[in-house]
């Protein structure tokens, strides 16, 4: 052990490790994959030893969910701090950038990776569902307080859900080719739509 | 070689035998994901030898692409039997219903790993590309023919991007959780949506 490690109190360090874990995950799964992801692999690009890392999450599926749920917090502080630089004018269109842009990034292409194993892996599926459908409405509740909108009001229920489903569609199609044209050009016409069919408080 | 194999002519065997390895893929696709289909268990589930599997298709990559395209054929000849049912009463609901019905199913599945493996194999990127652009716009096309709309008029062109984004984004949901009473809602909201919003010539 150095004299620096030794002065840093273990508790801080093994959760600076458990956090070079979980980034190198996420850096994994957006370049290799969900199968070129292994445990093996994780552990050199974090430069924490086999023994560590087993300590800190037994499984590759242990790790995976830990990375991914990590991921979904750095994602909600992220779009907290960008959401206070929204403009009023043209809100609805702002708020849409904003949601479309979690979609379409490395985060989204991570969690992508975990869901579409967890299609067939009924361990993963266990872990991963739970997950999903918690971060699902965390992002449904944010969406409707960016809109400033009453949930209970009108069609704008719906509303939210379907364009929380057209960014997910978005995001699945951007994560083959980069589409940023057209999927603008269809958040414009959404916003549209939105302006006319929401019902605003 | 057995009695009655010696009456089927060569090319039909030959053709039966690719039918056989194009269907035991997108079984594999569908049940064990993409790193589950291996060439040795499709061959052993097409009850085709190694040697015939190679010269039909010479890789994996090969394989899965060729089936993914038997598979958005197929798909596309049910969507056409389906449309012909389609009633002239809520005739946006029903277009909606079978266009999401394409988007949750094992077909959607199956080409849903395939995208996903693409995306961190350049290799199989090169040959995905193509197919999902065409696909996409066949699919483009095919919506606006059932919707009976001109695609210049108002927003009609974004309306039915949107849709199939949407229809998208459901899917992927679908593929983890099954949440068709929220999908059945989302769908109804987005009938009227594009009752008011479509352009009807």
């Keep these: 052990m150095t004299e620096t490690a030794s002065r840093i109190p273990q508790g801080e360090r093994s959760r600076a490790m458990r956090l070079r874990l979980l980034e190198a995950t996420v850096d994994c799964l957006v370049e290799l994959g969900w199968s070129g992801t292994t445990t ?23 790790l995976v ?4 749920e990590h991921l979904a917090e750095r994602r909600r502080d992220e779009l907290r701090r960008r959401a206070e630089g929204l403009p ?3 809100r609805i ?28 892996d009924a361990e993963l599926r266990e872990l991963v569902g739970p997950l ?3 971060i699902g409405r965390e992002t449904h509740a944010y969406a409707v307080e960016l ?24 995001g699945l199609a951007a994560s083959l080719t980069d589409d940023a044209k057209r999927r603008e050009a269809v958040l414009d016409s959404w916003a549209e739509v939105l302006g006319r069919e929401l019902v605003i408080s």
């Design 132 to 134: 999903e459908r918690r």
């Design 65 to 68: 969910v830990a990375a991914v």
């Design 88 to 90: 009023e004018q043209d």
């Design 40 to 62: 093996t692999v994780v552990s050199q690009r974090a430069g924490v030893s086999r023994g560590a890392q087993l300590h800190h999450f037994p499984s590759k599926q242990a």
């Design 147 to 170: 809109l400033g909108i009453d949930e209970a009001r009108g069609d704008n229920r719906q509303l939210v859900q379907a364009t929380l489903d057209l960014v997910r569609g978005l």
């Design 93 to 120: 269109r702002g708020v849409l950038e904003l949601l479309a842009g979690q979609f379409v990034s490395p985060v989204f292409f991570a969690a992508l990776e975990l869901w579409v194993a967890a299609r067939t």
